[in-house]
């Protein structure tokens, strides 16, 4: 019997390798015979790079870059040298993550240190740029990281603007002549599932700016500043992407990326499928174990275990979810080519306690599926 096990991380938990480590112990003790293949997945957030560098025997790079709100941070970065590819997670740079709840501030965060990563993508001589645009901490369209490979952008005074969201209200000129020539020779793919535009009640900040720290007045004001940064980009590039889906991702980023870069989006679980060979990993599986920490009906919105399922679905092989919850509505995938689902949980328990102990939870949730399933 042949096993693959492909799951997302669990965030504050386990990497996805650390879940398809446990999770595979678990099968090994249910079914010693079994062989057993893990490929961990991401699907565009957290982990994209570190399971495409498992994958793909790529090099971990690291730079000292500007953070969120300025202060450095050490962002680390992926690299395929024989593709010429490299894997930059925004996240690393630009991340939720790396402020405290308190520093949250979406009208000051900035993408600059995001732009760093991709020129030193570029010194490499990166051929192939993929973002993976999840668990950003900013809202200013993309302009930090534009700032960092070279866009002037000015205020009435011709003034360089202060960084971040709020403050593209007073722009008023762009300067595109010093953004660095090697960009239009590397192809970008932004790994993202978000099709929010870039304005108004379903863009960038209305729906993500709460969480990154902005009140209602701010989310009012941000979205009026990158409407008016909008318009710049429209008269200085004789084209409006502000409406196309994905043009909303990472607070503007993907506007940005598709506006200056000429970015291509792609669903970040189908990216990453495709440079780990999950499809091939399949190959004569009798079954698939994927999973995630929580498990609901967002799950839908192109997260790793729907997309783990559509690419078992297209070799007729079934597929169980492990995950650390099951949320409302975990049932509609079963709609969508998931067998079954189960939670690690096996009695009452804290959040904190679950994450402190999910490697056995995983372990022993695995192994009693799999004991039902050898029946």
Known sequence: MKIVIAPDSFKDSLSAAGVAAAIAQGVAQALPEAQIVQCPMADGGEGTMDAILAACDGQCRSLS?????????????????????????????????????AERDATLTSTFGTGQLIGAALDAGAKRIILAIGGSATNDAGTGMLR??????????????????????QARRLCVAQMDPRL?????????????????????????????????????????ALGHFADLCAQALQHDVRDQPGSGAAGGMGFAAKAFLGATFRPGVEVVAELTGLAEAM???????????????QTLN???????????????????????????????????????????????????????????????RARDVMRVWAL
């Open 302 to 364: 192109g997260k790793t275990p729907l997309g783990v399922a559509r690419v078992a679905q297209a070799q007729g092989v079934p597929v169980i979810v492990i995950a650390g919850t099951l949320g409302e509505g975990y049932e509609h995938l079963y709609e969508h080519g998931i067998h079954a689902a189960f939670s690690v949980t096996s009695g009452p328990m804290t959040l904190e306690q679950a994450c402190r102990n999910a490697a056995p939870l995983l372990r022993d």
């Open 65 to 101: 870059v500007e953070g969120p709100l300025g202060a450095p941070v050490l962002a680390r970065w992926g690299w395929l040298a024989d593709s010429a590819t490299a894997i930059i997670e925004m996240a690393e740079a630009s991340g939720l993550q790396l402020l405290k709840h």
């Open 184 to 224: 239009a020779q590397v192809r970008f793919e932004v790994a993202a599932d978000v099709s929010n535009p870039l304005c108004g009640p379903n863009g960038a900040s209305h729906i993500f700016g709460p969480q990154k720290g902005a009140n209602p007045g701010q989310v009012l004001a941000l979205d009026s």
């Open 283 to 297: 190959t004569g599986a009798d079954l698939v174990i994927t999973g995630e920490g929580r498990l609901d009906s």
């Open 148 to 169: 960092a490979l070279g866009l002037g952008l000015l205020d009435a005074q011709d003034r360089p603007l202060a960084k971040g969201g709020l403050a593209l209200a």
